[in-house]
């Protein structure tokens, strides 16, 4: 059984926050505990390959998140949770999930195509609202 949309949406929180996480935790360990305790002014060390992934996979999530969390609350104040907006908000969680190793490992065709499959996911939870 499928879990609920709010548990969804709490879920893909969490996976933001994750994220978030492990995007800082990467900087610092390229950039040194000094970096992340102080204010950042002035140019910042380049952050390598993984770190820098980490930072655009996070900044890609962020980037797309609000208008999926959007869309799910009002598909829940609408009373219109039914089978697509499920199916699509699970596509946009699982696709989200995965586009993170994949994005880390450096897999740019996979990375893509596991991006469109977020934002389908994204658009039937909008289709639910039109």
């Known amino acids: ?21 492990l995007a800082g935790a990467l900087a610092t360990r390229v950039r040194g505990p000094a970096w992340n305790i102080g204010n950042r002014e002035g140019d910042a060390a380049p952050l390598g390959p993984v770190a820098g992934r980490a930072e655009r996979a996070s900044r890609n999530f962020l980037e797309t998140f609000p208008f999926f969390a959007a869309a799910l609350v009002c598909a829940v104040a609408m009373h219109r949770e039914g089978h697509l907006a499920t199916v699509g908000a699970h596509l946009y969680f699982w696709a989200r999930v995965a586009y993170l190793p994949v994005y880390l490992i450096g897999i740019p065709g996979l990375r893509s195509l596991v991006w469109i499959a977020g934002t389908v996911g994204l658009l039937m939870v909008v289709g639910v609202l039109i």
Request: charged share 0%.
């Open 1 to 21: 059984m499928f879990p609920s949309l709010p548990m969804l949406l709490a879920a893909t929180i969490a996976l933001g926050l994750i994220h978030i996480l």
